[in-house]
């Protein structure tokens, strides 16, 4: 697992490299149409990357485009762009192109119709799109169908990126990644308040790929009428996901609220896996972890209906702590049933919320001491000496503790 997170790691920090041989194309407007002789709307900057033609004010595109939004601006979309699968606000995404927000919004407006932001498509002469976005945030989708911000079957790399409040009438409330050779990355990002009958933050289907590290799933909810639905976080119905380095918090659904991969113990017929590493899962209700997740070096707390599904295929990699008994964790390393004293709820910056450990954490230096990863979830370096014993050791969980000693009477 080591070697392949280095690699996909490599591959995703690669793709935030701005190309030399790319075309820049500056936004200079926040309305939400298709510009006009003096203004480049991002609509706009988008059809002149998709076509290599000038649109509107916007210069042509060449090759591998990134388009650059206003700084700290709030672009607010009223209308369909398309319709291509489901309704669309922006153009689809059929080629390579990199947004580079700037930490500005895309928004609905209020009386916008049901529409997401982007769909990525997957194929455009044999050529995969691929879309980064980096420093944005996506505010407000709501689409019939699924994938409430994002639908994507291409590649897709979000990087310090905030999908907030987003919905979908079916699956994946920010995110629905589909199809075999979709593949999404998510760097320090934040997927907080979205919500879908399934997958209130995620979906992946269709023998997808999904990459998590230093990201936050907070606050999603999966509901429909009859109260059975399921993950409120991440759902992977069929494909994979890898989780690092992560915080998985206060996410609800009316059966299972946590992580959930499909499994032959769960009443589903595709198969679906995660690996959960060095991250943290707590708060969500109900249950914490279900169905086919191999899970090492992290902490499982305080999950309404039990940290884990009673008698289901959650298996331990290692390190693994549980304040409660029902994820049966036993390998080196492991604890359970003790608690894991976690510190409150700490907002990092607008990308990250995570929960420190307490200074009683058991947590702490607790880790494989011949598996630690060189940063945690706020980038802090890992390994460090938390419990002060002049040994450096990785900590459970997504947060490395750091530890200040204050000496009481002011001499060392």
Known sequence: MKYLLVWIKSLFF????????????????????????????????????????????????????IIILPANETITLHQIDNDTIGENALPRITTNITIEGNH???????????????????????????????????KNGDVDGSGGAIRNDGILYLNHVRLENNRASFEGGALTCFESQAECYLNSSILLGNSASYGGAIIVDLGANLVLDKTTIFGNQATIDNGAADGGSIYVESGNALITNS?????????????????????????????????????????????NIEVNNSIISNNVGGNCRSSN???????????????????????????????????????????PLGYQSLAIDAADPNNCIGTDQISQVRPMDGDNDGILRCDKGAFEMINNIIFL????
């Open 247 to 291: 915080t998985i918090a206060n996410n609800q659904a009316g059966r299972y609220g946590g992580l959930l991969a499909t499994s032959s113990d769960l009443p589903f017929t595709t198969p679906g896996r995660i690996e959960l590493s060095y991250s943290t899962v707590v708060n969500n209700s109900l249950i914490g972890l279900i169905g």
């Open 409 to 412: 009477d002011g001499f060392e």
């Open 313 to 355: 295929s959650v298996q331990s990699g290692g390190y693994n702590h549980s304040d409660d008994d029902n994820c049966g964790f036993n390998m080196t390393g492991d604890v359970e049933n003790l608690n894991a004293h976690l510190s409150a709820l700490q907002t990092v910056d607008q990308y990250t919320f995570a929960y």
């Open 14 to 65: 690669l793709s935030l490299t701005i190309s030399s041989k790319a075309g820049i194309i500056t936004v200079n407007s926040n309305g939400g149409g298709l510009g006009t002789n003096e203004l480049c709307s991002l609509r706009a900057a988008i059809r002149a990357a998709e076509s290599d033609v000038p649109f509107s004010a916007c210069i042509a595109g060449s090759g591998d485009d």
């Open 104 to 138: 500005a919004t895309i928004t609905m407006a209020s009386s916008a119709p049901m529409m997401r932001f982007f769909d990525v498509g997957s194929v455009n002469g044999g050529v995969t799109a691929h879309l980064t976005l980096n420093n944005l945030t996506l």
